[in-house]
């Protein structure tokens, strides 16, 4: 799909001169100077932070555009800019606001709607993506990357027939896209044909072969059919194109788990939960690692933490209540194991539920 760097280069086609000439310390010095508390200056950090999104320092420009919002917060431009750079440095929650407002302020920039459309898609609120690419292609058959994502934003909200439409536009419209290999492949995963799955992931990394979601698609699923030995270089090929990427870490780190490689792991993990500090399961294969390298007091707390984060899983309870009676903390792992009881219990109980409620809707 078309990524904020994409976009970025097509709304950044007028840097600053001096960035433009090669010069872009020198700019970076002249725009610091010029601290006139005037529009002139949210135009002067705004063109700052341009400089700084060239040179990819993103926390930087963050800074530079913000300055410059809290300036001329009316400014459509400068609106986008802010939402583009927290965006491009995976803050997709914190970049809507900026994006509303820039449509709100007027925004001539079409890529505001479908940023904000990508926004909500990485954040699984499904419904509000569909509307704002729905917005964002008007009246327009719209961009491959745009039906793509609808395609599966109304799949997810359990609407087959816009679904198909959106599918059947990019099939009709967009038969060479790198986009549609990803479609069937994710369509043959889902009626257990990995043969044909792995195929067109493959078709679509040659298409397009610098889009890391591509390589994060086949290492996943090589994953999910246990072929960890294949899965590992398509996660290395999405960590070396997307290095802030937390899950491309964590699938990479369990496959040295498996693998036996437990120190290699733990780096792994560490570096997903320095991306994600409440990715659950990253806390808890940091556990299984530590237990594996006989570092098992440095366990306890993220099996502890890992069952915060993941409420009514069984396996942190378990994982905390195994290692405790290896440390001899006999009572607390006794209380671990009545909380594993509990779980169990529980899931019992919402089972006839559950099955009550799978009948009713078969029976439709």
């Not at 990803?182 to 990394?205: C, Q, R, T, W, Y």
Request: glycine share 6%.
């Amino acid at each position: 799909m078309t990524s904020t760097a994409a976009v970025a280069t097509d709304h950044f086609a007028r840097p600053a001169q001096l960035f433009q000439q090669g010069k872009p310390l020198q700019s970076e010095i002249e725009h610091r100077a010029n601290r006139t508390p005037t529009l002139a200056e949210a135009r002067a950090s705004n063109d700052l932070g341009i400089v700084y999104f060239h040179q990819r320092k993103l926390p930087e420009a963050i800074r530079a555009f913000e300055r410059a919002y809290h300036l001329d917060p009316s400014n459509s431009e400068i609106d986008f800019n802010v939402g583009l750079a927290l965006h491009q440095n995976g803050q997709p929650q914190l970049a809507i606001s900026y994006f509303q407002q820039a449509i709100r302020n007027g925004a001539k920039n079409p890529d505001a709607r479908y940023l904000l459309g990508i926004s909500y898609f990485e954040l699984k609120q499904w419904e509000r993506c569909a509307k704002e690419l729905e917005l964002a292609r008007g009246d327009a058959i719209g961009s491959p990357e745009t039906l793509f994502l609808l395609e599966h934003a109304y799949r997810n909200l359990g609407q087959p027939k816009k679904s198909l439409e959106a599918a059947s536009q990019f099939l009709k419209h967009y038969p060479d896209s790198p986009l549609l290999h990803e479609m069937l492949g994710e369509a043959h995963d889902e009626v257990n044909e990995p043969a044909g799955a792995e195929a067109e992931f493959k078709a679509a990394i040659a298409g397009s072969p610098e889009a890391p979601q591509l390589h994060f698609l086949l290492g996943y699923f090589y994953w999910r059919w246990k072929r960890f030995e294949e899965a590992a270089a398509p996660l290395q090929g999405e960590i070396r194109l997307d290095p802030k990427f937390a899950p491309a870490h964590f699938y990479l780190g369990d496959v040295r788990l498996r693998q036996g490689e437990a120190t290699q792991a733990a780096q792994y993990f560490q570096k997903a939960l320095e991306l994600d500090p409440a990715y659950g399961e990253a806390k808890l294969a940091l556990g299984k690692a530590y237990v594996e390298l006989n570092r098992s007091e440095e366990s306890i707390p993220l099996f502890r933490r890992a069952a915060e984060l993941l409420p009514g899983r069984l396996e942190p309870y378990t994982w905390l209540a195994r290692t405790l009676r290896q440390l001899g903390r006999t009572e607390e792992s006794r209380q671990a194991l009545e909380e594993v009881k509990r779980l169990k219990d529980a899931e019992h109980k919402r089972l006839p539920v559950i099955e009550k409620v799978v009948a009713a809707e078969n029976g439709r």
